[in-house]
């Protein structure tokens, strides 16, 4: 069965700081990697995702993410955050050529602080 | 196109009632999707419907749980004789066919006393 584990359930950085957020997953096929970031009583929001190609990939507000087949990593970086980043970070996979269900992580909890 | 939205935000039930929640997909989105989010958890999927069909279910989805997607458009998730353990955030999201971006509305939390 396809996991997603995201390493660190919480991350606090000060302001203008890097940040890496560590994803992982387990999947013995093809699989389709995506991270959202979920603000205070809102909903899901995607930041960036990769579906084929160019194993670095770039989204928005600044966040980048590199897929490592060999690890099974997708990890999310920033480097220099602000406190506006402050949110849960959720890591996805969907498996299978037909792209269905989303399997999530338990999320990470990015805190920026002054 | 004005986002996926959901309705209601927020519902307050005492346990044994039923629910229902209703999504409405963005417009040219033929998937629609259902997920439950418990707190401090990720979202876990339920369902998920490509038109009017419903293609998948999560063994989450006990029998007390029933998705209808009638005319391809809007959809409904009734929970029926509610329990204390299905206080969660219900999730839509909706997309285009294919591995493509899902796109999620803001949720509708359920609390069952």
């Known amino acids: 069965a396809q996991s997603v584990t995201q390493l660190d359930s919480q991350v606090p950085v000060f302001e203008e700081a890097p940040v890496e957020l560590r994803c992982n997953y387990s999947s013995s096929v093809s699989v389709y990697l995506f991270w959202y970031v979920q603000y205070p009583n809102q909903g899901l929001q995607l930041l960036l995702k990769?579906?084929?190609?160019?194993?670095l990939v770039k989204g928005i507000n600044g966040f980048e993410a590199e897929f490592n087949k060999s690890q099974t990593s997708f990890h999310l970086r920033k480097p220099s955050v602000h406190i506006s980043d402050t949110a849960e970070y959720f890591c996805a996979v969907s498996v299978g050529q037909a792209g269905t269900a989303l399997i999530f992580g338990k999320g990470t909890t990015l805190s920026v602080s002054s | 196109d004005t986002g996926v939205s959901q309705n209601p935000r927020h519902k307050i039930t005492k346990r044994g009632q039923n629910v229902t929640f209703r999504c409405d997909p963005i417009s040219e989105h033929n998937r629609l999707y259902w997920y439950r989010q418990t707190l401090g958890q990720g979202p876990e999927f339920l369902t998920y419907?490509?038109?009017?069909?419903?293609?998948?279910k999560s063994r989450l989805l006990s029998d007390r749980f029933s998705a209808e997607r009638p005319k391809g458009s809007f959809s409904t998730l009734e929970i029926q004789r509610t329990e204390q353990g299905d206080s969660a955030m219900y999730l839509c999201?909706?997309?285009?066919?294919?591995?493509?971006?899902?796109?999620f509305g803001p949720g509708t939390r359920l609390l069952v006393l």
């Open positions: 419907f490509q038109n009017e069909a419903q293609l998948e």
């Open positions: 990769y579906l084929s190609g160019s194993t």
């Open positions: 999201a909706s997309s285009l066919v294919g591995p493509g971006t899902q796109y």
